[in-house]
């Protein structure tokens, strides 16, 4: 199949074999992929993205020798059901999931791999138990924000916020705007969006936010109690030099279907604000290697280019 490679730093189109499905695994066609900021930092910091991989206790890391197939924020079409499977859903579905293959020896990781190729391919393997079929009405552009879109209801699920807490989200790329919408969809009150960009902030107002901050401009009362949930992988020490009063909860954001089927609510919450008031807009690319992204997620009709919105935090005042 062709896929766009990850090799010796270097994003390219190479053949590459077409995956086989194992047990209880369909094969899949690629429809859309979109681009997370995670794989610009994996393809631009390779060696730090895999450290960390390490320190998290990944058992499988990539290998920077051998190529990687990027790509988790998908829609495909079922083309083949491997062995074991219960082939409810018929061949040429179209369905999302959790970037990940659940097997015997432990779960796997789906794009930053060098085994299991994401959806940079024209073909991947998904696991059947975690396929979620995509509603007729959706399109498939959109069907491919369902990821992202469950990291932000993932999230604020994650942050138990309670009646007196106004959330603070801090960053409003992509999954910051999916946080606030998660946010306003469950009817919390008021919510605080800061981000150094006016375009944003302005986004974070259409999706649901009460107050934009300008960080640059203005910054939280320095005796307020902050309650941080992480999102992604850091390094908790540089973070406690950043901010060393607060209370501290890692969480791998590990979305499961719940999260997946309310994001779809969420993408056409998106979509009415894209269509009042032009939300979804194409990022241009700053250097060639995310001219190289750009170009590839353009092939597999992605429309966005994303920045990974770092955290989100729980602001209550004393």
Known sequence: MRAVVMRNRQLLVADVPTPEPGPGEVLVR??????????????????????????????????????????????????????????ALRIGTRVCSRPTLLRATGPQSIGYSNDNPGGYGEYMRLTEALLLEVPADLSTEHAAFTEPMAVGVHAVA?????????????????????????LRLRGVRPIVAADFSPLRRELAVALGADTVVDPAEHAPRRDARLRLLEVGVTDRRAERDVLPQREVEDDGVLEDEANLALAYVMIAHVLAVEEDAAAV????????????????????????????CRSIQSFRSR
């Open 281 to 308: 807009r194409h990022v241009e690319p700053r250097d060639k290697a995310e001219e190289c992204c750009f170009a590839a997620a353009r092939r597999s009709r992605a429309r966005w280019a994303r920045c990974c």
């Open 30 to 87: 690629t429809l859309a992929c979109g681009i997370c900021g995670s794989d610009l930092h994996a393809f631009r910091h390779a060696e730090r993205f895999v450290e960390a991989g390490r320190r998290a206790g990944n058992p499988r890391v990539m290998d920077l020798a051998r190529d990687v197939v990027m790509g988790h924020e998908f829609c495909a079409e079922i083309v083949e059901h491997g062995p074991g499977t219960t082939r």
């Open 158 to 182: 994650r942050a138990r916020l309670e009646p007196d807490d106004a959330p603070l989200v801090i960053g409003c790329g992509p999954v910051g705007l999916a946080v606030i919408a998660a």
